[in-house]
């Protein structure tokens, strides 16, 4: 007896882990003809929508027993739930269901954090707070798919919003780290879009970003984009080093052989310095001189290094300073 399929649209029925019941209507598909128990199969191509549309159903995160019903032409990406960043690992072991949940919770980590280290830099940039972190909207199965909303209801960022520009600047420290940070960016704000990409490097495996809203973009991260990221940081470094000479006058009471002390009580500082003490770094020929002092009341030369990274004071000179000293 000849076999004879026919090809013709079914509706498929998916338990999801929960309960919850995925009905996707007008699948194409090829059935053997004339069969009491209707046997059907499915192309490539078709088998690869099926499984993103209930990836995307699964996505809403259905209550146990509810029932969603689903048309094969409809859009998988346009069934998520609303969200302002997709963060999509990919790698040999990043599929949902065999990833540790420690990894699990590293991804987790190291996407907050990304967005913590851009949206920090945003808002002092526009004098404003911090805005809060956002939340995960979803958790896709397949490769580790990462929804990501504000606190806000959708529209989640509007154009003016920090977490607006601290997400452009994620996706612009991915650029910047492969082709170079264009003349006239702010350099503070060039280090934090590069090391929030950086933040979101696996050591092994591919991190897409989808942004939404506006006309959307995406990003891809690997690991010699982290390391490019390092590269365009130090040139931002060297190009924007900056010294100024001051005097600080306070107790020596620390003393590192890793060439750092610390003065306590400072009673001389520059107007724009807010701390009462003081961290420096001293060149070895000036261990003497300080090991003198130790403890008493100085006054001391360092010259102040300033980059978008950090900011670092280096000894000059050393004196003692007498109480009558102005």
């Not at 990406?77 to 690992?89: G, T």
Request: net charge negative; aromatic share 6%; proline share 7%.
């Amino acid at each position: 007896m000849n076999t004879t399929w026919v090809e013709k649209q079914i509706t498929y029925t998916h338990t999801l882990g929960n309960g919850a019941v995925v009905v996707v209507v007008g699948v194409p598909a090829w059935c053997i003809e004339g069969e009491e128990e209707e046997l059907c199969g499915f192309s490539p191509e078709v088998a690869e929508r099926l499984e993103t549309l209930l990836h995307a159903a699964e996505a809403q995160n259905p209550p146990p027993g509810k029932v969603i019903s689903l048309n094969f032409s409809e859009d998988p990406e346009a069934l998520k739930p609303k969200v302002d960043l997709e963060i999509r690992v990919r790698g040999r072991g990043f599929n949902l269901g065999e990833i540790p949940i420690n990894i699990l919770e590293r991804i987790l980590e190291k996407a907050a954090s990304a967005y913590r280290i851009a949206a920090r830099a945003a808002a002092n940039k526009k004098g404003v707070p911090v805005p809060p972190p956002p939340k995960v909207a979803f958790l896709s199965p397949g490769s580790v798919v990462l929804g990501l909303k504000s606190q806000e209801e959708y529209p989640l960022f509007p154009e003016e919003d920090v977490g607006h520009l601290a997400l452009d600047l994620i996706f612009k420290g991915v650029e910047w780290a492969e082709r170079g940070v264009p003349e006239g960016e702010d350099p503070e704000l060039a280090v934090a879009a590069l090391e929030s990409a950086q933040e979101l490097a696996i050591r092994e495996g591919l991190v897409e970003l989808v942004r939404y809203g506006g006309k959307g973009a995406r990003a891809y991260i690997t690991p010699e984009t982290a390391a490019r990221g390092s590269e365009r940081i130090k040139e931002i470094a060297a190009k924007t080093r900056q010294s100024r000479i001051h005097v600080f006058e306070g107790v020596l009471d620390v003393l590192k052989l890793e060439r750092e002390a610390h003065l306590r009580d400072l009673e001389l500082k520059p107007q724009d310095y807010p701390g009462k003490t003081l961290s420096f770094q001293y060149p070895q020929e000036l261990l003497p001189q300080l090991l003198r002092l130790f403890g008493q009341k100085v006054r001391i030369v360092v010259e102040e290094e300033k980059s978008p990274e950090d900011k670092r004071y280096r000894l000059v000179e050393i004196e003692w300073a007498s109480e009558d000293t102005g």
